[in-house]
């Protein structure tokens, strides 16, 4: 549905398992690099396999680890600021009346931590000793964040326009969140591997807890939070006693707090939070980078995984349309954006759940099976999505939207939520399955990666197509059109008004479901057969 509500594959959100990547890339035999999906480097993962050592030290409860569990939480809500600001900023220029070419072209903000791979073998493998391996880059990568939210509070109202004749600019906006996205991403690999020997091996799994509560946390409080409290007649209507025309908070505002609160966190953690010296490794790291790239290379090549690869990237076409552009309009045809936004607070458990009881049938040998099944009832959610736009206008009054309305937008999005989450959790499993396990780490990322490009892709595509396939008429001016927007400026200067005739976004829509059942009913039947193929065909050939 909508940036804020959507937990969709490779999209805005980041969900469950879906995060985790760091690679360790040392020369010891055997020399295939390990790229860890919970974050944990691969011979140090090794490490946590064994059974503790007895006789050297004593294990540590939680309460002795306490500091350095609420530490990693922290890391992990700031990590979620920026990543809860940027999936409120296309409803924003919604509001704003921007067209979808220019939210296509700011989507392309939520790609970096489908593309973090790429830079993540440096960021393991560079670092100043002295500093510490996880430091070297948290400290710089979160000082360069908050100064830029400092920075970016003085500049942020004019880039989204002034309400003097001056529109978003939606260039640099793309650009600077594109470049918040890109630290994120570079801090979450900093930090899911500095948990591994922040916390001692008792205690570790609280990593992963931390970073499930602290970056959901963080979501909530930069997207669903900001937007209610930016609000001006939610502030009027549920917190105020006197109606004012600004909300409690605005962008420049929120932007300057959490600036203040990044500078503050990381001078406090580079001078008073020292990395565990027993645990990092004393080998040149800088030695594997090209064997790790060369490693992820091979991977590709091979004949079952490049055909995962490509029918993967292909097999979220259908849902583009319903999952990126269906709540941009609901705003337009008038839902308030911080309505929409409070949708996933309910949504929270369901999505928590979910996976749990998914899992049970994704479990066996042929999790595929249930990714196929959940594929054409989610295609169909993409019509009941465009059923639910229409309707949209025929319920609003002059107060709002009814309950009821509410209520049926809830249930929708809560049914689209099995169907999503029936074929995550399948490709998850799948990927878990077939992963080489002496390389299982380097493996399921890459093949993690591919599915969330391929839910990236289709949502940009669908968004650029909107304008092109939308045809609006120029009302009231003879001998004008509105093809383009000059044409709709001149229809507006003769007196007249461009009318839509037919919204691209219900022939898009359609195109989607089409597509999408095209893919289920042809290539469908060969991506389950793909459970079927041998263990070796999974199997990089490798040499030591």
Same mark, same amino acid.
């Given at each position: 549905?909508?940036?804020?509500?959507?937990?969709?594959?490779?999209?805005?959100?980041?969900?469950?398992?879906?995060?985790?990547?760091?690679?360790?890339?040392?020369?010891?035999?055997?020399?295939?690099?390990?790229?860890?999906?919970?974050?944990?480097?691969?011979?140090?993962?090794?490490?946590?396999?064994?059974?503790?050592?007895?006789?050297?030290?004593?294990?540590?409860?939680?309460?002795?680890?306490?500091?350095?569990?609420?530490?990693?939480?922290?890391?992990?809500?700031?990590?979620?600021?920026?990543?809860?600001?940027?999936?409120?900023?296309?409803?924003?220029?919604?509001?704003?009346?921007?067209?979808?070419?220019?939210?296509?072209?700011?989507?392309?903000?939520?790609?970096?931590?489908?593309?973090?791979?790429?830079?993540?073998?440096?960021?393991?493998?560079?670092?100043?000793?002295?500093?510490?391996?996880?430091?070297?880059?948290?400290?710089?990568?979160?000082?360069?964040?908050?100064?830029?939210?400092?920075?970016?509070?003085?500049?942020?109202?004019?880039?989204?326009?002034?309400?003097?004749?001056?529109?978003?600019?939606?260039?640099?906006?793309?650009?600077?969140?594109?470049?918040?996205?890109?630290?994120?991403?570079?801090?979450?690999?900093?930090?899911?591997?500095?948990?591994?020997?922040?916390?001692?091996?008792?205690?570790?799994?609280?990593?992963?807890?931390?970073?499930?509560?602290?970056?959901?946390?963080?979501?909530?409080?930069?997207?669903?939070?900001?937007?209610?409290?930016?609000?001006?007649?939610?502030?009027?209507?549920?917190?105020?006693?006197?109606?004012?025309?600004?909300?409690?908070?605005?962008?420049?505002?929120?932007?300057?707090?959490?600036?203040?609160?990044?500078?503050?966190?990381?001078?406090?953690?580079?001078?008073?939070?020292?990395?565990?010296?027993?645990?990092?490794?004393?080998?040149?790291?800088?030695?594997?980078?090209?064997?790790?790239?060369?490693?992820?290379?091979?991977?590709?090549?091979?004949?079952?995984?490049?055909?995962?690869?490509?029918?993967?990237?292909?097999?979220?076409?259908?849902?583009?349309?319903?999952?990126?552009?269906?709540?941009?309009?609901?705003?337009?045809?008038?839902?308030?954006?911080?309505?929409?936004?409070?949708?996933?607070?309910?949504?929270?458990?369901?999505?928590?759940?979910?996976?749990?009881?998914?899992?049970?049938?994704?479990?066996?040998?042929?999790?595929?099976?249930?990714?196929?099944?959940?594929?054409?009832?989610?295609?169909?959610?993409?019509?009941?999505?465009?059923?639910?736009?229409?309707?949209?206008?025929? =319920?609003?009054?002059?107060? +709002?939207?009814? &309950?009821?309305?509410? !209520?049926? $937008?809830? *249930?929708?999005? /809560?049914?689209?939520?099995?169907?999503?989450?029936?074929?995550?959790?399948?490709?998850?499993?799948?990927?878990?399955?077939?992963?080489?396990?002496?390389?299982?780490?380097?493996?399921?990322?890459?093949?993690?990666?591919?599915?969330?490009?391929?839910?990236?892709?289709?949502?940009?595509?669908?968004?650029?197509?909107?304008?092109?396939?939308?045809?609006?008429?120029?009302?009231?001016?003879?001998?004008?059109?509105?093809?383009?927007?000059?044409?709709?400026?001149?229809?507006?200067?003769?007196?007249?008004?461009? =009318?839509?005739?037919?919204? +691209?976004?219900? &022939?898009?829509?359609? !195109?989607? $479901?089409? *597509?999408?059942? /095209?893919?289920?009913?042809?290539?469908?039947?060969?991506?389950?057969?793909?459970?079927?193929?041998?263990?070796?065909?999974?199997?990089?050939?490798?040499?030591?």
């Amino acid at each position: 549905m909508s940036p804020a509500i959507a937990a969709k594959e490779g999209g805005r959100q980041r969900r469950p398992g879906s995060h985790h990547n760091c690679l360790d890339i040392r020369s010891e035999e055997p020399p295939a690099l390990a790229l860890c999906e919970d974050g944990l480097p691969g011979d140090e993962a090794e490490e946590l396999l064994q059974p503790p050592e007895t006789g050297f030290r004593r294990a540590k409860g939680f309460r002795a680890e306490l500091g350095s569990i609420l530490l990693l939480l922290v890391l992990y809500v700031l990590q979620g600021i920026p990543l809860g600001l940027a999936g409120s900023v296309p409803l924003i220029l919604q509001s704003k009346n921007v067209s979808y070419t220019d939210q296509a072209f700011f989507s392309f903000v939520f790609w970096p931590f489908s593309l973090k791979l790429l830079w993540a073998p440096l960021v393991d493998a560079v670092y100043l000793r002295g500093f510490g391996r996880r430091k070297s880059w948290l400290v710089p990568t979160q000082y360069v964040l908050g100064l830029f939210m400092i920075y970016m509070s003085t500049q942020v109202d004019r880039l989204l326009g002034d309400g003097e004749g001056r529109g978003p600019d939606v260039v640099a906006l793309t650009v600077t969140f594109f470049l918040f996205e890109f630290l994120a991403a570079t801090q979450d690999i900093a930090v899911d591997g500095w948990a591994l020997t922040m916390l001692s091996r008792e205690n570790v799994g609280y990593a992963s807890t931390c970073n499930s509560v602290g970056q959901t946390a963080g979501y909530f409080l930069g997207n669903v939070l900001f937007l209610a409290l930016e609000s001006p007649s939610f502030c009027n209507k549920y917190l105020r006693f006197q109606p004012q025309p600004q909300g409690i908070v605005t962008l420049s505002d929120f932007l300057f707090f959490w600036g203040a609160v990044f500078l503050i966190t990381t001078t406090l953690v580079a001078l008073l939070k020292k990395e565990n010296k027993e645990l990092t490794p004393t080998k040149e790291e800088t030695k594997g980078i090209t064997d790790t790239y060369r490693l992820l290379f091979s991977i590709i090549k091979m004949p079952a995984v490049l055909t995962f690869c490509l029918l993967i990237l292909t097999a979220k076409v259908g849902f583009s349309a319903a999952d990126a552009v269906t709540g941009l309009k609901l705003v337009e045809e008038g839902v308030p954006k911080e309505h929409l936004a409070l949708l996933a607070v309910p949504m929270v458990p369901l999505q928590i759940i979910l996976p749990l009881i998914i899992s049970k049938y994704t479990a066996g040998p042929q999790p595929l099976n249930t990714f196929y099944k959940a594929m054409p009832f989610r295609l169909l959610f993409g019509l009941e999505f465009a059923l639910l736009v229409w309707w949209t206008p025929t =319920v609003r009054h002059e107060g +709002g939207f009814p &309950v009821y309305y509410y !209520i049926i $937008v809830l *249930l929708s999005y /809560a049914l689209h939520q099995v169907t999503l989450y029936s074929m995550y959790v399948a490709i998850m499993a799948f990927n878990a399955k077939v992963s080489d396990p002496l390389i299982g780490g380097t493996y399921m990322t890459l093949l993690n990666t591919v599915s969330n490009l391929g839910g990236n892709w289709p949502s940009t595509v669908a968004l650029w197509l909107v304008d092109p396939l939308t045809v609006k008429e120029c009302a009231g001016a003879q001998h004008h059109t509105c093809a383009t927007t000059a044409a709709a400026e001149l229809c507006t200067q003769a007196g007249g008004s461009c =009318v839509t005739t037919l919204d +691209g976004y219900y &022939v898009e829509s359609i !195109i989607c $479901v089409i *597509l999408g059942f /095209a893919w289920w009913f042809l290539l469908g039947p060969k991506f389950k057969r793909l459970q079927e193929e041998g263990q070796s065909s999974w199997k990089c050939k490798r040499t030591n």
